[in-house]
């Protein structure tokens, strides 16, 4: 597999704290990564050291297979999780000085920047900075991040000051970045859940898991699905057939709605019984779910604290 991000025994004190502990990490090319921990996880700190802004105090970090480095050819871009900005200048005046700062020609430059601001919702904004919201400073620095064309971003919490309709504007601008590799800081469950296909999960300036969201759903799938039916006299008689067949067992919710589960048959099976066991019965069910983890177990099952969700 070829990664965009790698590290090797990644390590970061401050004094007598160590902030990010000897730390490998691995983000697959064109994946948006979303990278979770608590507040204080370590999160901000190793970004920073990814993208340059922090020295390690020991480890090694490649991004897209070369060793790190912090010149106008690097190909990654940065918003870090408060953008400040000359707010004296408009936003298309700012982007043209950190295209200047990338060395970047200058027609390139501006061809780029028109692009930019249409792509984030700022075309045509004539305001200064200092006139500009919270969510368009926002994507003024996803605009900045991206100006050098870069093929991994670094995104730390860009939508967690947001009211709902700037974050969800915000995520529909990540999710468009498909292509690049984004790795997107985070505490924020719902945000992973709606624009990442990877996870890195940080806690005590460690890495408690790291892979697809979808293997890690599998990983921690379990036995179990929801049905409710429309009427207590047919869920009567299937948790009546699920009782004299054995091999699911089933707690009933509700005169309507039962949980089921087996110790032996996956997901998959459970479902394919049911769907063979209602036909037989000639049910119909007005609900029917297998059962899988949710990013928050995993999240918590991860850092040790998997007892929360079931307190």
Not at 68 to 78: A, H, I, L, N, P
Request: charge should be neutral; aromatic fraction near 8%.
């Amino acid at each position: 597999m070829d990664y965009a991000i790698e590290t090797r025994g990644l390590t970061k004190r401050f004094k007598s704290a160590l902030a990010v502990d000897n730390i490998d990490m691995r983000v697959p090319q064109g994946c948006i990564c979303g990278f979770l921990g608590k507040n204080g996880a370590g999160k901000t700190t190793t970004i920073r050291m990814l993208a340059g802004l922090r020295r390690p105090t020991a480890g090694t970090i490649s991004i897209m297979g070369e060793p790190q480095t912090v010149d106008g050819s690097s190909k990654f871009g940065y918003l870090p999780d408060v953008p400040n900005f000359y707010n004296y200048m408009r936003g298309d005046e700012y982007l043209m000085l950190i295209s200047k700062i990338w060395h970047m020609d200058k027609d390139e430059a501006k061809s780029r920047i028109g692009q930019l601001l249409m792509t984030v919702g700022l075309g045509g904004v004539k305001t200064r900075i200092g006139g500009y919201s919270r969510g368009m400073k926002q994507r003024l620095g996803i605009a900045q991040a991206l100006i050098n064309n870069p093929q991994v971003i670094f995104m730390d919490e860009p939508v967690s000051a947001l009211d709902p309709i700037g974050r969800r504007d915000i995520a529909n601008i990540i999710h468009n970045l498909r292509g690049a590799t984004v790795i997107l800081s985070t505490h924020i469950m719902a945000d992973v859940e709606n624009i990442c296909d990877y996870i890195v999960i940080m806690d005590k300036g460690r890495i408690c898991a790291q892979d697809y969201i979808s293997n890690l759903m599998a990983e921690h799938a379990k036995n179990a699905a929801k049905i409710r039916f429309f009427d207590a006299a047919a869920a009567d008689k299937f948790f009546g057939r699920i009782t004299d067949h054995g091999v699911l067992f089933a707690d009933r919710e509700s005169e309507i709605a039962m949980r089921l589960g087996s110790a032996s048959l996956p997901r998959d099976e459970i479902s394919s019984l049911c769907s063979r066991l209602l036909v037989e019965l000639n049910l119909p069910c007005e609900y029917f779910n297998a059962e899988g983890a949710t990013l928050e177990e995993i999240f918590y099952n991860a850092i040790g604290e998997g007892e929360r969700m079931h307190a």
